[in-house]
């Protein structure tokens, strides 16, 4: 089955800094690969996702990159603020569910 | 747009006894799942239903979990006897159609003791 790796596991930076987590996947059969955060106490929310016909996607502050070739995407936050300190987590969907990585835990530091 | 409405928040109970939870996908998502999140690892998917009927459920531990899906909207999913183990939160998620568009719900924090 699907086993997707995330690095690093904790990530600290300064505030205004940019931070990168990246993810490797096994099943070339996923297309899918949403982006999660998940606060103390909630549930993981969408923050982006990419889809394999698309090699970048941007919204704001927020990048992901796929490389399908290597099976392997990456989170980009810039200009990093407090409220970024969360849980990340990447994901893949082979056979159309959801299988995580094992998330970064991101510190941004004022 | 309601999101995914999961109860309840907490629940503490004694091995061997048993705990059912209880979620409320987003209106017209066909797809609802089951996923357990030990403490400081990624969700796990324990079950995943498309309407009513049941589309993957090979990692749900059957000789104590059960989980239902009547008329294709609301879930329960059950866990007798619980074990010390079975301690994590429990998240519902939903989706309208496959690969996207998948929203959680705030989960169910189970504390076995």
């Known amino acids: 089955g699907e086993n997707v790796e995330q690095h690093p596991s904790t990530l600290s930076v300064q505030e205004g800094d940019s931070a990168v987590i990246k993810c490797t996947y096994s099943?070339?059969?996923?297309?899918?690969f949403p982006w999660y955060k998940q606060e103390l106490g909630k549930g993981p929310q969408l923050i982006i996702d990419?889809?394999?016909?698309?090699g970048e996607k941007k919204d704001q502050r927020i990048a992901v990159t796929l490389n399908k070739t290597a099976k392997h995407f990456s989170l980009h936050i810039t200009e990093t603020q407090p409220e970024d300190s969360a849980v990340y987590f990447c994901?893949?969907?082979?056979?159309?569910?959801?299988?995580f990585g094992a998330g970064t835990i991101l510190r941004v530091k004022s | 747009e309601a999101g995914v409405a999961q109860s309840p928040r907490y629940k503490i109970i004694e091995k061997r006894q048993s705990v059912a939870f209880w979620c409320n996908p987003i209106?017209?998502?066909?797809?609802l799942y089951w996923y357990q999140q030990i403490l400081g690892q990624g969700p796990k998917l324990l079950i995943q239903?498309?309407?009513?009927?049941?589309?993957?459920d090979s990692q749900l531990p059957k000789d104590r979990f059960s989980a239902e899906r009547l008329k294709g909207v609301d879930s329960t999913l059950k866990i007798q006897p619980a074990k010390l183990e079975d301690s994590a939160v429990y998240l519902c998620?939903?989706?309208?159609?496959?690969?996207?568009?998948?929203?959680f719900g705030s989960g169910t924090r189970l504390t076995v003791v």
């Open positions: 209106s017209g998502h066909a797809t």
């Open positions: 239903f498309q309407n009513n009927g049941v589309v993957d």
């Open positions: 998620a939903s989706s309208p159609s496959a690969r996207s568009g998948y929203t």
């Open positions: 099943d070339s059969a996923s297309n899918y």
């Open positions: 990419i889809r394999s016909n698309v």
């Open positions: 994901a893949a969907t082979p056979e159309d569910k959801l299988v």
